[in-house]
């Protein structure tokens, strides 16, 4: 079992920024893929952003040169830093983690976080 706490969501006006932890544990964090998954009201869950385990980094083209994964194995925790806000960006942001492979399906990973709103004011 892998548990994952996320935090640093907030309200910010457009053009702003904000950044994302997500704290993990139960299991070897450095064996997992992390990704960031959101999801707006009436909106189906929508891939942001994933990194492997080895650190390559994958972008929905949505936030590609807006959003930054990033992890740091000595903290079990995934970051995910937020520029250039949107008022489209507003959305619960999930933390999710797989064991297998690094995918854009939120069906591929195995454990979630509780979420963490983000709100961006125009």
């Known amino acids: 079992q892998v548990q994952l706490v996320e935090s640093g969501g907030g309200l910010v006006q457009a053009g702003g920024s904000l950044r994302l932890s997500c704290a993990a544990s139960?299991?070897?964090?450095?064996?997992?893929?992390m990704a960031w998954f959101r999801q707006a009201p009436g909106k189906e869950r929508e891939f942001v952003t994933a990194i492997s385990w080895s650190g390559t980094t994958f972008y929905g083209d949505s936030v590609k040169g807006r959003f930054t994964i990033s992890r740091d194995s000595g903290k079990n925790t995934a970051y995910l830093q937020m520029n250039s806000l949107k008022p489209e960006d507003t959305a619960v942001y999930y933390c999710a983690a797989t064991s297998s492979y690094v995918s854009v399906r939120s069906a591929q990973y195995d454990y979630w976080g509780q979420g963490t709103q983000v709100t961006v004011s125009s």
């Open positions: 139960g299991r070897t964090f450095s064996n997992y893929h």
